[in-house]
């Protein structure tokens, strides 16, 4: 293992990458009974596996005949990389993608027992059993040739990483957002329940006028049959302007309630709380009017392909998401 070359590493990690995109989609798809197309790349490849499989590798060097202790050393390899790149990642966009959290003995709900036994039974197949007619394999591919391969490979997975992180970054920046939005419409809504006074009946219709998630399912559930029949695309584009209508709707009910309270016996104290709440729904409006269909799609692929993804901070955002993402099965 010690004497191979960049473009041999290069393959065997874009190998282990492959066959854990098989084996998370096939397992995934079996769960969720539709087909999950696994992971946070666009294409068929999973780079924790390919960096496991290569970390377990380089820690096994000198011990691949004590079957113990490569147990030992690559379960502590690969559980040791699978919790710096859940943390790393979370960090970064803002969502887990996946969590250990109702396991036993997990930590921080990025490693757990399970997961660490696991990665130690893989270890010793891979090591004995996998690797072994792998090597033979892609050391049989003369260098020119595995080189060319490898670069080719290289550039796909860097393209595809890229536009992988740019959709990673749009969902995160979309969570964040709809998180504000939702807070900010809710402090609304009460501000104007204190100006406006209604009556208790009043009060409860103005209520179910604000929930724009009602408003959302209700029209969506209407169109159901209709958005049956269409192509993936239609359907998203669909839910996404459904949503963005039924929020819109609601701050529409809010700025009239506002405006009505308007008038010149109100204290200069109560109009500027008025004035700084319209000018808060205009730059409402103008964001949901603003927010681009591209972005929704790339948070839809997202919840898609990673079903068990979570945002602690977010949690509410992304769980109006992934209702969203359940309409298109």
């Given at each position: 293992?010690?004497?191979?070359?960049?473009d041999q590493w290069i393959l065997f990690f874009m190998f282990y990458c492959f066959c854990g995109w098989i084996?998370?989609?096939?397992?995934?798809?079996?769960?969720?009974?539709?087909?999950?197309?696994?992971?946070?790349?666009?294409?068929?490849?999973?780079?924790?596996?390919?960096?496991?499989?290569?970390?377990?590798?380089?820690?096994?060097?000198?011990?691949?005949?004590?079957?113990?202790?490569?147990?030992?050393?690559?379960?502590?390899?690969?559980?040791?990389?699978?919790?710096?790149?859940?943390?790393?990642?979370?960090?970064?966009?803002?969502?887990?993608?996946?969590?250990?959290?109702?396991?036993?003995?997990?930590?921080?709900?990025?490693?757990?027992?399970?997961?660490?036994?696991?990665?130690?039974?893989?270890?010793?197949?891979?090591?004995?059993?996998?690797?072994?007619?792998?090597?033979?394999?892609?050391?049989?591919?003369?260098?020119?040739?595995?080189?060319?391969?490898?670069?080719?490979?290289?550039?796909?997975?860097?393209?595809?990483?890229?536009?992988?992180?740019?959709?990673?970054?749009?969902?995160?920046?979309?969570?964040?957002?709809?998180?504000?939005?939702?807070?900010?419409?809710?402090?609304?809504?009460?501000?104007?329940?204190?100006?406006?006074?209604?009556?208790?009946?009043?009060?409860?219709?103005?209520?179910?006028?604000?929930?724009?998630?009602?408003?959302?399912?209700?029209?969506?559930?209407?169109?159901?049959?209709?958005?049956?029949?269409?192509?993936?695309?239609?359907?998203?584009?669909?839910?996404?302007?459904?949503?963005?209508?039924?929020?819109?709707?609601?701050?529409?009910?809010?700025?009239?309630?506002?405006?009505?309270?308007?008038?010149?016996?109100?204290?200069?104290?109560?109009?500027?709380?008025?004035?700084?709440?319209?000018?808060?729904?205009?730059?409402?409006?103008?964001?949901?009017?603003?927010?681009?269909?591209?972005?929704?799609?790339?948070?839809?692929?997202?919840?898609?392909?990673?079903?068990?993804?979570?945002?602690?901070?977010?949690?509410?955002?992304?769980?109006?998401?992934?209702?969203?993402?359940?309409?298109?099965?």
């Open positions: 293992m010690r004497f191979y070359a960049i084996w998370e989609s096939c397992y995934v798809s079996v769960l969720e009974r539709r087909w999950v197309n696994r992971g946070f790349l666009r294409g068929p490849l999973l780079p924790i596996y390919g960096s496991g499989a290569l970390v377990i590798l380089i820690a096994t060097i000198r011990v691949k005949t004590n079957l113990w202790l490569v147990f030992l050393l690559g379960m502590i390899a690969a559980t040791v990389l699978e919790y710096i790149t859940g943390v790393v990642m979370e960090k970064l966009f803002k969502v887990r993608y996946w969590d250990y959290s109702k396991q036993k003995l997990n930590l921080n709900g990025y490693i757990c027992l399970t997961s660490s036994l696991a990665w130690g039974g893989f270890s010793v197949l891979l090591v004995r059993f996998v690797h072994p007619p792998i090597e033979w394999l892609i050391l049989k591919i003369p260098q020119g040739i595995a080189e060319i391969i490898a670069i080719a490979l290289v550039v796909l997975f860097t393209i595809d990483a890229v536009q992988s992180i740019r959709a990673a970054l749009d969902l995160r920046e979309m969570l964040t957002k709809l998180t504000e939005e939702n807070e900010g419409l809710r402090r609304l809504a009460k501000r104007a329940e204190i100006i406006a006074a209604f009556g208790e009946e009043d009060l409860h219709k103005f209520r179910e006028r604000l929930e724009w998630n009602k408003v959302f399912r209700t029209t969506v559930n209407k169109e159901e049959s209709v958005l049956r029949k269409t192509k993936r695309k239609e359907r998203r584009t669909a839910s996404f302007t459904a949503r963005a209508a039924a929020k819109l709707k609601a701050l529409q009910e809010l700025s009239e309630t506002f405006k009505n309270a308007l008038s010149d016996h109100i204290s200069e104290e109560r109009r500027t709380e008025i004035t700084e709440a319209l000018e808060k729904i205009r730059t409402y409006e103008a964001r949901i009017r603003t927010r681009t269909e591209k972005a929704y799609h790339h948070a839809m692929r997202i919840l898609r392909n990673n079903p068990s993804a979570s945002a602690k901070d977010d949690s509410e955002a992304m769980e109006d998401l992934r209702k969203d993402s359940e309409l298109k099965k």
